[in-house]
């Protein structure tokens, strides 16, 4: 009987070691083994609602874990870094199982991310980056390559221009700061960079938002009227550009020709409409491929690092052809 008990014991203790391990060891162990789908919390924290892109996203994500019948809490940053930062420390003492979110800005997550790691829940980034120095603050990144955006965007106004011998380019940008935003800069520049007859005249931020979008065109019409085209970091700052370039008695489009990224649907219509000149699709739809990453983690395995959503591109004839299938 003495015997047995000791023997249980040490069972115990082992089984002990081993979950232990397994939660201490790597950031994607949730250390209790599996839980049945409908046992897991997740906390995700959004940025806000400033987009179509945005809403869209949102949509699928509630929607990829409604079906998946995993419990999602979703908070709403409103664009403010230290909304996410409040949001993410009451997942943490709600011990949620996997905080996701997408990070407003790009710097300045260390010390929520230590505390995430400290409390061995699993952290996922969700469409965009963080610059922390070390990897191991979170388990998986999840999103597009933006710099790879930028560059299409330049490919097709290299080619649009190839008989031009100087182009005025405005650039609407994204949220200061924001991954997407840097990104789209960098690929763009370094494109139009080969050749000097390209000059960007202005570059101001427009927060992704369409009002944004309008406001700072509508200014920067003023100073530079004789613009040829606007480089905006997503459809909706294009849109509001559309308004203010009609508002001064031009063509967009024709007057001044505007590239977007995203290819939701406001911007694929004006795409089709020939108010818009190009679009680089950016991707909302990652919900599906979180679950899969939760449900990986759960099962104590390892998430790839980095998984790179897929994504096209769009002149106005495939606007058109391509508008009646968008889902978003
Ligand atoms: O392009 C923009 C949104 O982070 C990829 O954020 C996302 C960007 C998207 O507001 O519309």
Request: aromatic letters at 6%.
């Amino acid at each position: 009987m003495k015997k047995r008990s000791i023997g249980l014991a040490a069972a115990g203790v082992l089984l002990l070691a081993l979950t232990g391990c397994a939660a201490g060891g790597d950031a994607g162990g949730t250390g209790e083994g599996p839980k049945p789908l409908d046992e897991l919390v997740v906390g995700f924290s959004q940025v806000g609602a400033e987009s179509g892109w945005r809403t869209a996203n949102t949509t699928d994500i509630q929607g990829a874990f409604e079906d998946a019948g995993i419990e999602l809490k979703f908070s709403d940053a409103q664009q403010k870094q230290e909304n996410q930062i409040k949001a993410i420390r009451s997942y943490i003492q709600q011990q949620v199982d996997v905080i996701a979110f997408s990070p407003v800005v790009e710097s300045g997550w260390d010390a929520v991310l230590n505390e995430a790691k400290a409390a061995g829940i699993p952290v996922v980034l969700t469409d965009r980056a963080v610059d922390s120095a070390d990897d191991s603050l979170y388990v998986s990144f999840l999103g597009s390559d933006f710099v790879e955006e930028g560059k299409k965007a330049g490919e097709w106004v290299v080619e649009e221009y190839a008989d031009a011998d100087d182009v005025k380019i405005v650039q609407l940008e994204g949220t200061t700061g924001a991954a997407p935003a840097i990104d789209r800069a960098e690929g763009f520049a370094d494109v139009i960079g080969a050749d000097d007859k390209f000059e960007i005249v202005a570059s101001q931020t427009g927060d992704f938002t369409r009002a944004g979008g309008k406001q700072v065109t509508e200014a920067l019409l003023k100073s530079n009227p004789d613009i040829d085209l606007i480089y905006a970091h997503n459809d909706d700052m294009g849109l509001g550009a559309i308004e203010a370039i009609e508002a001064a008695g031009l063509t967009p489009g024709e007057d001044i020709k505007i590239v977007t990224v995203d290819a939701v649907k406001d911007g694929m219509q004006a795409l089709a409409d020939g108010k818009i000149n190009f679009i680089v699709e950016c991707s909302p739809l990652l919900g599906e491929q979180l679950v899969e990453i939760v449900t990986q983690i759960n099962d104590g395995e390892t998430p790839e690092k980095r998984i790179v959503t897929e994504e096209t591109t769009f002149t106005q004839e495939q606007a058109v052809e391509a508008l009646p299938d968008r889902q978003y």
